[in-house]
């Protein structure tokens, strides 16, 4: 099975912009969650998504947004970027659900200039 | 809400010694927990994980993992370091609800020539 896929690899943003990034789960996954990684705070949950339904939240401004498709392909957004927006976004797919084991991409560096 | 501490967050071994990383968590019902590795520009890979049963649990490269509910405690350890096992090692919990994912902070491995 193809692992989980996340595209694209790096992108570059300038301060105000928003940004889309994409996540496609392994096979049969219906779970997808969403993460940022920087070096200050490791890494934070931002939200899970289930059968098209966000399920879970995690402790972040409106600025970032998520939907998922029926496919189970998943989207993650952040409008009006900010400098320390600039981390590297993990996506993770999961067979049943959080509890499980989850499968993560190789995520999406993004940098804020 | 569930908490995850990783006591060091370096860790130096010589190839061929013991690698003990620590991991506490704190929940007042029993969490499924899993250990991650992560390598350069890498996503996250499962190591091991416990949900129910044995509390010693076995994983990929010779890494294991006991539980211990006296303790809050879920280090993970391998006999013999090898050069390919430095990386960042990340232990999670998950409550049994699965509503909720939370990483500890990190450990880095260095292994010694």
């Known amino acids: 099975k193809a692992g989980v896929t996340q595209t694209p690899r790096y992108l570059i943003k300038t301060r105000g912009q928003q940004v889309t990034l994409s996540c496609s789960p392994i096979?049969?996954?219906?779970?997808v969650s969403w993460y940022q990684q920087t070096p200050g705070q490791g890494l934070q949950f931002l939200f899970e998504?289930?059968?098209?339904?966000?399920?879970n939240k995690g402790n972040f401004p409106g600025r970032f947004s998520g939907r998922q498709f029926s496919n189970s392909r998943s989207e993650m957004n952040v409008s009006t970027l900010e400098l320390g927006d600039s981390a590297l976004y993990l996506c993770?797919?999961?067979?049943?659900?959080?509890?499980?084991?989850?499968?993560f991409g190789p995520g999406t560096r993004l940098t804020v200039t | 809400a569930q908490s995850v501490t990783q006591l060091g967050s370096h860790v130096s071994v010589s190839e061929g010694a013991l690698v003990l990383l620590r991991c506490n968590y704190s929940?007042?019902?029993?969490?499924?927990l899993f250990w991650y590795v992560q390598y350069p520009n890498q996503g996250l890979q499962l190591l091991l994980k416990?949900?129910?049963?044995?509390?010693l649990v076995k994983g990929i490269n010779g890494f294991e993992a006991e539980f211990k509910k006296s303790e809050t405690s879920f280090h993970l350890t391998k006999p013999s370091a090898h050069m390919s096992d430095a990386a960042e090692y990340f232990c999670?919990?998950?409550?049994?609800?699965?509503?909720?994912?939370?990483f500890g902070t990190g450990t880095s491995l260095t292994v010694i020539p």
């Open positions: 096979s049969g996954h219906r779970s």
């Open positions: 998504y289930f059968s098209e339904t966000q399920r």
């Open positions: 929940s007042s019902v029993p969490p499924y």
């Open positions: 999670a919990v998950s409550d049994v609800s699965g509503n909720q994912f939370y």
């Open positions: 416990y949900t129910t049963g044995a509390t």
């Open positions: 993770a797919s999961s067979l049943v659900g959080h509890s499980y084991e989850q499968y």
